[in-house]
């Protein structure tokens, strides 16, 4: 690799404009995870367990001094219709968004979807009783 080459790469914000060819073992899952596939230049996360690292404070910036896992907690569909992934470092609290790459785990990514309906904030079994209780009002 070139001097210019491998010093213009460690340039802050150099990932925001130029695509990341490293390839990278997951420190959640283990899984060894590669560019190709995603459907991006930009891979940010594992393709298994959706999982990431808190390198970035800005995409592409890798300002973050946390380094800590952020785990997949929701995911959200933006304007276009594109789904994202919701992560949360588990060391700092930092939220971020990520779109799902083309390569992405449709059960983890349907686990993740699914899960607030499966931990309801109330008891499924008082559903009848409380539509009947706001039909009354």
């Known amino acids: 690799m070139k001097r210019e080459t491998k010093k213009r790469s460690f340039e802050k914000g150099y990932y925001k404009h130029n695509p990341c060819h490293d390839v990278f073992t997951c420190k959640v899952c283990g899984w060894p995870v590669g560019p190709q596939g995603a459907g991006s230049d930009h891979r940010n996360h594992c393709p298994n367990c959706l999982s990431s690292l808190h390198l970035d404070v800005e995409p592409g910036?890798?300002?973050?001094?946390?380094?800590?896992?952020?785990?997949?907690?929701?995911?959200?569909?933006?304007?276009?219709?594109?789904?994202?992934?919701?992560?949360?470092?588990?060391?700092?609290?930092?939220?971020?968004?990520?779109?799902?790459?083309?390569?992405?785990?449709?059960?983890?990514?349907?686990?993740?979807?699914?899960?607030?309906?499966?931990?309801?904030?109330?008891p499924v079994e008082r559903l009848e009783e409380l539509q009947k209780a706001l039909s009354e009002q």
């Not at 952020?70 to 959200?76: C, D, G, R």
């Not at 971020?96 to 899960?115: E, G, K, Q, T, W």
């Open 61 to 122: 910036d890798r300002a973050a001094d946390c380094g800590g896992i952020m785990e997949p907690v929701a995911v959200w569909v933006r304007k276009s219709g594109e789904w994202a992934i919701v992560h949360r470092c588990r060391r700092c609290g930092a939220l971020s968004s990520n779109r799902v790459a083309a390569d992405d785990s449709p059960l983890r990514l349907m686990a993740i979807a699914l899960r607030p309906l499966t931990n309801p904030p109330f």
